[in-house]
C-alpha cells in the first residue's frame, strides 16, 4: 500500500490554532442573548386584536416579546371567556422564555382588563409583572344599566356585555380589590354624545373616569382621548410603555401620581 505524505507549512499550524483558540473563547465567553419579558395584549368588547396592533408594534419595538391576543368577546360570558383567552397566550409566554426571571406583563383595553381580573382571581401566576388597563370598566358602566334592557343589547354585546353594568350582574364589581401591581389609564373625551348624556360624570364614552378606578391600584392617569380610539393614541401608547418600564405613568414635573 503507497503512504502519501502530506506537508504542512508552519504558517498554516500557526492559523489553525488561532482559528481554534478563538472558537473555544467564543463558546466560552460569549454573552447570550437577553430574551425580553412577556406582554400579553387583549382588546375589548366587540372588538378583536387588530384593534391593538399599534399597540402591540409598539410594545414590540421597545424590546419586549408580545403576543397580541384574539378571543370571542361576544359568544361567552366573561368567566368562560378569561381561561382560554389567557392561558394560551401564558404558555406562548412560555415558550418564548430563556431566562427563569422573565416576567409576562398584560396591557389590555375595556373588557379585557376585566378578563385579566377575572383570570386572577382564580390562578396565581408566579411570573406575572405589571398590568396596564386603558378604560376598564373596573366599577362597571351605567351605559350597561341603561342600554341592557333593550333586546339587541344582548344580541350585539352577548352574556360578556350584559356583566359590564353597575347592577347584581356585574362582574367587575364581584372580583374585589387588586393584589397585583395595575397601572389605570382613563378617557376624558367622548365621541358619543348620546351615550354621555347616560353618564353621571367625566367620562370617555362609555366609563366614566371614577368607574376605571380599582381599590389596589398603583397609578391612574387621565388623559384626554376616547374609549373607542384610546389604545391607539400616541399619548397612550407612550405611557403604557412607560409603565410597563417604570410601574408609574409619567408626568411633568409638578404633577404627583394620583
Not at 358619543?192 to 391600584?217: I, Q, W, Y
Amino acid at each position: 500500500m503507497e503512504i502519501h505524505s502530506v506537508r504542512i507549512h508552519p504558517r498554516s499550524i500557526r492559523k489553525l490554532a488561532a482559528a481554534l483558540l478563538s472558537a473555544a473563547f467564543l463558546s466560552v465567553f460569549t454573552i447570550p442573548t437577553i430574551a425580553a419579558d412577556c406582554v400579553i395584549l387583549l382588546h375589548g368588547l366587540a372588538k378583536s386584536d387588530d384593534s391593538m396592533k399599534n399597540l402591540a408594534r409598539a410594545i414590540g419595538d421597545a424590546k419586549f416579546t408580545t403576543v397580541n391576543v384574539d378571543y370571542p368577546s361576544t359568544e361567552l360570558p366573561i368567566e368562560k371567556l378569561a381561561g382560554p383567552a389567557i392561558a394560551p397566550a401564558l404558555d406562548r409566554c412560555a415558550t418564548l422564555r430563556t431566562e427563569e426571571t422573565d416576567q409576562v406583563h398584560f396591557v389590555t383595553h375595556s373588557m379585557g382588563g376585566i378578563l385579566v381580573r377575572q383570570y386572577l382571581s382564580k390562578v396565581s401566576i408566579p411570573n406575572l409583572g405589571r398590568v396596564v388597563m386603558l378604560g376598564p370598566p373596573n366599577q362597571g358602566s351605567e351605559v350597561v344599566d341603561k342600554l341592557g334592557q333593550f333586546p339587541g343589547f344582548h344580541f350585539i354585546f352577548g352574556d360578556a356585555g350584559m356583566q359590564l353594568g353597575t347592577g347584581n350582574l356585574s362582574i367587575p364589581n364581584q372580583l374585589g380589590a387588586a393584589t397585583f401591581d395595575v397601572g389605570i389609564i382613563a378617557g376624558t373625551r367622548s365621541i358619543n354624545p348620546l351615550l354621555s348624556t347616560l353618564l353621571p360624570s367625566t367620562d370617555d364614552g362609555k366609563v366614566t373616569v371614577a368607574r376605571t378606578r380599582l381599590e389596589g391600584m398603583n397609578d391612574h392617569l387621565e388623559m384626554p382621548v376616547t374609549h373607542v380610539f384610546m389604545m391607539k393614541n400616541p399619548g397612550v401608547i407612550e405611557q403604557a410603555i412607560h409603565y410597563l418600564h417604570h410601574g408609574y405613568f409619567k408626568r411633568k414635573v409638578d404633577e404627583t401620581a394620583e
